[in-house]
């Protein structure tokens, strides 16, 4: 039975869905259906374990994890994306036990704007009660002082460097490629061409870019937030039947972006300067434009 030989480890809210939805078009690369599987992240822990907070639809067993991949006829690169494994040394460690060879993929973005886009996105689709991303902020910390593991981590998955370090030192450094959420905005197709070599398939194949997934927002009214709270469980099985220019144009019209207060994201990249620096050395590209 084919396992994946590579994997989108995250950071949530930095492009993966795109990543995963450009990779599918190719002809000789295979991604599960199911997005998030999170296996190596929850896959066979105990749900009494404090720690868990496990995913409703999280795949919690080898089989079940490896009948993701029977569809497979073929073809060259075989993968999944799951966002929480870039800040899970659990994942990382059971990875490199059972797939030691695989390819990783990360997808980083500037910390500041992605720990509000995942407020957004909690908002929008699960119940986040904290009126305000500064509230979010705030109810995090407040957990992380007491010894409890907050539910929601906005600012404390934007540790890359801590998160990447521990992966470098488990598998090889080519066989992980970083990219930043801006190489898929700015460039997509030059990125997606040195994916696609990173992958060992045709490079010259040309997907479709057009398109936005996964945008997150604030529901514009009160029947919104009623309505994608209640399509949100069946989501990944209306993605697969609808037409994605469709999707990702239903998914923006519905939606508001407010803007990250300037004192807010000021804080935070005070806050994340060092980590920043530690991190442009690691992956060796020019992380400045973060700093602001």
Known sequence: MPLPNFLIIGAPKAGTTSLYRYLEQHPQVYVSSLKEPHF????????????AFIPPRAIRTARAYDRLFNGVRGET??????????????????????????RLIAVLRQPAERAYSSYLMHRQLFGEEAPTFEAALEKEQYAIDRGIRPRLRYRSTGYYYQHLSYYYGLFPKEQVRVLLHEDLRDRPLETLKEIFGFLQVD?????DVSLKYNVSGIPRNSAVTWLLRAVHPLRPHLVSLLPARMVSGVGQALLKTPRLEPETRATLCAH?????????????????????
Do not use: C, N
Request: charged fraction near 30%; charge should be negative; hydrophobic fraction near 45%.
């Open 203 to 207: 490079d010259a194949f040309v997907p």
């Open 272 to 292: 994340f300067r060092d980590e920043i620096l530690k991190l442009q050395e690691l992956v060796h590209r020019d992380l400045s434009h973060w700093l602001k």
């Open 40 to 51: 190596f992240s929850f896959g066979e822990m105990d749900p009494a374990d404090p720690a």
């Open 77 to 102: 690169a075989v993968g999944e994306a799951s966002t929480t494994y870039l800040a899970s040394r659990r994942a990382a460690d059971r990875i490199a036990q059972r797939l030691p060879g695989a």
